[in-house]
């Protein structure tokens, strides 16, 4: 299920972006600002909003380490900010002034790409900020830019249609025309996915574009051609041009927004529609998930941002139980344990337990004397099937605290990360395993085995912030 869970209306006009970083929510809009809003609880910071461009404000993106905002402007700037405080750290013009339209941090901090209506594309030195490179599209306004995952490549998208790939020295290495009518937006999933055959890594891609189409693309690194990008599908379902989409972090969910005035919720790997969310009333213009929380920000020119909430299905608390791993059966409602009661054969009890109030903590704490003493329940036979179900859950519930995600393991070491960071390969990795690698004077990714541009170890905040979270909720569990 998809809650909405709060909507924010401060700006005076249509609200054209919206970025998480881990703690903080940024929107910007045709009113010429940027809004900075704390997670914790949807407040608006201090120093917010932070004014400097002199025209509409299309684009606003987090540094991955969350302490620098970039915006972007119809002035031809892109600024960057202090999140901290909201100072502003450098202005960077565009050349011959076109309007940027978009702006997008490298996965390890080290560039930053402004592109612009003109077609011109810019890599600057996040660190000096200094201009490092810059290239242009054949035709058309440049209107949309990923990362690649490992750092290694970018998409651009343009107004005319095509996605073309770049590498960090800027040298166009792909073109492909990949929506007739112009590319609106485009964004990598940042897990790789197995293609089950050969046992080979590759990136998922998500094009959106005016042919009212969302398309899916995957994208493999090899040692011989340097990559090769492949169109997997088309995501069905907006009756209008599709403005906007966003991979969730883990890649199991693509989100989209569109001129029909609805947020599209898909399932990666099948395609499925999940969820249609209907609340804005004028074009949906940005949507965009957290990195380490199930929330999920979509904005409008109805000028408003919805803040949503990702739920555990409710219909079956055995399978919320199942396909949520983190979800604590003690916290079940008694409704939930009726469900639950239903899907083992156990309708007949139904009544017996809501008249005593067991909801999920009175359940794991049930025994085979509480349920004669305190149920009643005279047949010998429904007592020994009640309770071993009973038994049943609380291994479910002890192997699902125990089981590690995967994204929480180095890759180096199989360990669960106390201090992961962001390698230039875009992978994360524990710390100290990442530095023992380097110091072996290797100078190769442990994950693709392709050559490391650089040896700047970034801290991942969020993913530091995800694993104190689930140890949290494993040990309230166990």
Request: proline residues 4%; negative net charge.
């Amino acid at each position: 299920m998809v809650k909405l869970i709060h909507t924010i209306a401060d700006h005076s006009d249509d609200v054209n972006y919206c970025a998480f970083s881990s703690s903080y929510l940024a929107t910007c809009s045709l009113d010429k600002t940027i809004r900075l809003y704390s997670l914790s609880n949807f407040t608006e910071l201090p120093y917010s909003p932070l004014k400097g461009h002199t025209y509409s404000v299309h684009c606003c993106c987090f540094s991955p380490s969350g302490q620098i905002l970039a915006s972007c402007s119809t002035d031809g700037t892109t600024v960057l900010w202090n999140t901290q405080n909201g100072q502003s750290l450098a202005v960077l013009e565009q050349p011959y002034g076109s309007p940027v339209r978009v702006c997008r941090f490298s996965p390890d901090s080290t560039y930053l790409v402004s592109g612009a209506a003109d077609g011109s594309v810019v890599l600057w030195n996040a660190q000096s900020f200094k201009l490092y490179r810059s290239g242009s599209v054949k035709d058309g306004s440049l209107v949309a830019c990923a990362f690649s995952p490992n750092g290694n490549l970018f998409v651009t998208g343009s107004s005319c249609g095509d996605l073309t790939v770049w590498d960090d020295k800027m040298r166009c290495l792909y073109n492909e025309k990949a929506h007739d009518l112009g590319v609106t937006c485009c964004d990598f999933s940042s897990q790789p996915v197995s293609d089950g055959e050969q046992g080979s890594k590759y990136f998922r891609m998500a094009s959106s574009g005016q042919d009212n189409q969302i398309k899916l693309w995957l994208v493999s690194f090899t040692d011989l051609i340097g990559f090769d990008l492949k169109f997997k599908c088309t995501f069905p379902g907006h009756s209008a041009p599709v403005l906007t989409c966003a991979f969730s972090y883990d890649g199991q969910i693509l989100v989209s927004g569109s001129v029909d005035k609805t947020v599209i919720i898909y399932e990666t790997n099948t395609g499925n529609i999940l969820h249609t969310l209907t609340q804005h009333t004028r074009y949906v213009t940005t949507c965009a998930v957290a990195p380490n929380i199930p929330l999920l920000a979509t904005g409008s020119m109805d000028k408003t941002v919805n803040i949503w909430q990702f739920e555990p299905k409710q219909h079956c608390a055995e399978n919320a139980l199942e396909t949520e791993p983190k979800m604590r059966v003690e916290n079940w409602s008694e409704e939930e344990v009726s469900v639950w009661l239903c899907a083992q054969g156990l309708k007949d009890l139904v009544e017996i337990f809501k008249r005593n109030n067991i909801d999920g903590k009175e359940l794991l704490s049930l025994t085979r004397q509480s349920l004669t003493d305190d149920l009643k329940i005279e047949s010998l036979g429904l007592r020994s099937k009640v309770f071993q179900k009973i038994e049943e859950l609380r291994i479910k519930v002890e192997s699902a605290s125990v089981g590690i995600p995967d994204e929480f393991l180095c890759p180096i070491t199989r360990e669960l990360m106390k201090d992961p960071i962001i390698a230039a390969d875009g992978y994360s990795y524990e710390k100290e395993a990442m530095e023992n690698w380097i110091s072996k004077k290797r100078r190769s990714s442990p994950m693709t085995n392709l050559p490391l541009r650089s040896l700047v170890l970034t801290p991942n905040r969020a993913l530091k912030m995800a694993i104190d979270r689930w140890q949290g909720v494993s040990a309230e569990i166990l």
